[in-house]
């Protein structure tokens, strides 16, 4: 057993002082509200559960600070990016993934949703092993101590009623059957879970849409991150994105709506009345100026929220929450549209990617804690209940994923994670 005593600490009930968790195992066996044990290990400053990244294109780490050149819109950086997509193969996405979910533990984050369409050879053909790209993220988050649920993505046009083109072959099983029949072929593990994804309305025909949406497990897809997206759904089947997920039977609590951003109140409703899930990400979607979405008013109407660092231009479930409240006070004038406990609750729904049983200091869940110093220059003199808005990655000290030390001190157990990144992206 070990036994970590913590000042702080985020309990389901809210922020506790003084709080001693014993672990056994990789699993919480109890914690309680007592002076510091002897024995015990102190983990600074104030510890929340474990972060939960519900939503992440690993290959897309290569493109931070290499985008911004003469503007652009988000349809010159899918350019970019559908050039990185043709460079990769098994072994450069191991390389690039261990090292982008390296620093995600650096952040704290413990568990990753892997939004997985790079299934192929630049050609369209099929590996050897099928699945080698899913296998290589699979072992590249193992080695970076943090868990995955591999959203296996459906991706089969390029548009509606367009095929698929250029790098997209590679993305594409050519049918829904033959989709499903290789994801079929996936096995969880320790610390590997695996689930599906719509790609959005534009990468997915309306017929396939149930298949995929059948899935047993976590089921994400994008929806509505562009006004051209509803647009065009809107002209192919006089129907907006969300009404089509409906029609085919997809909203509910196993699905989440990634981005969710151009919504109409009727979409709103369909989206909280049915409980499917929303997962925003802010610093992506102000990066790509996609637009603020109506987060509050998806809580309000019944959606569970959950964050996504997305393309990674920002690695950091801290700044996803403080983003998500300033798009919300920018938007409506009005400060505190979440309070502290709910931006708490977003970072850590690990729910979301078909891990409910995390998430949470509680005896039964995985021992992931995350210590974030309260003595830094940017939380130093911050309330412990308010520091999750002062605070950074940067601050970050102890990262503790299923009883194992990840991160101790603000290092990784794997050495110099910059290092890896600078070798990985070349």
Request: contains cysteine; negative net charge; aromatic residues 6%.
């Amino acid at each position: 057993m070990t036994a970590y005593w913590c000042a702080s600490a985020w309990l389901p009930a809210g922020l506790a002082s003084g709080v001693l968790v014993e672990v056994v195992g990789g699993t919480i066996q109890s914690v309680s509200t007592v002076d510091r044990p002897a024995g015990a290990v102190t983990l600074p400053g104030v510890v929340f559960p474990g972060f939960a990244n519900a939503h992440s294109h690993a290959f897309h780490r290569a493109l931070r600070g290499r985008t911004h050149g003469d503007g652009g819109t988000f349809w010159t950086w899918r350019t970019r990016m559908y050039e990185l997509a043709g460079r990769l193969d098994p072994d450069s996405y191991f390389r690039l993934a261990r090292a982008a979910y390296a620093e995600m533990a650096l952040a704290g984050i413990t568990c990753v949703g892997e939004f997985h369409y790079l299934h192929h050879t630049p050609g369209g053909k099929r590996y050897a092993d099928p699945n080698a790209m899913g296998h290589a993220l699979a072992e590249a988050a193992r080695e970076a101590g943090i868990r995955l649920t591999l959203l296996d993505t459906c991706y089969l046009a390029g548009g509606i009623g367009e095929p698929v083109s250029g790098e997209q072959v590679r993305f594409s099983d050519g049918d829904v059957l033959s989709w499903a029949a290789r994801v079929a072929d996936l096995r969880p593990g320790p610390g590997f879970r695996v689930g599906a994804a719509i790609h959005s309305v534009r990468a997915v025909p309306r017929e396939a849409l149930p298949v995929v949406a059948g899935f047993d497990g976590p089921v994400h897809a994008h929806l509505s991150e562009q006004p051209a997206e509803n647009e065009a759904c809107l002209a192919a089947y006089g129907r907006t994105p969300t009404q089509l997920l409906a029609d085919a039977g997809a909203l509910g609590e196993r699905l989440t709506a990634v981005h969710a951003t151009h919504l109409t109140p009727e979409d709103i409703a369909l989206l909280g009345g049915s409980r499917t899930g929303a997962c925003l990400c802010p610093t992506t979607e102000a990066d790509l100026a996609d637009g603020i979405g109506p987060a509050r008013e998806l809580a309000d109407a019944g959606s569970p929220l959950s964050l996504g660092s997305d393309q990674h231009a920002v690695v950091d479930m801290l700044l996803e929450a403080r983003a998500l409240e300033h798009g919300e006070r920018l938007r409506t004038g009005q400060r505190g549209r979440f309070t502290p406990a709910e931006l708490v609750a977003t970072m850590t729904a690990h729910a979301a990617i078909g891990w409910p049983e995390a998430g949470r200091i509680e005896p039964g869940a995985p021992a992931d804690l995350v210590a974030v110093r309260l003595d830094s220059p940017r939380t130093a003199g911050s309330l412990p209940e308010q520091a999750l808005l002062t605070a950074t990655a940067s601050d970050v000290d102890t990262v503790v994923v299923g009883g194992r030390v990840v991160v101790s001190g603000g290092a990784h157990v794997l050495g110099d994670v910059g290092a890896l990144l600078a070798a990985a992206v070349g």
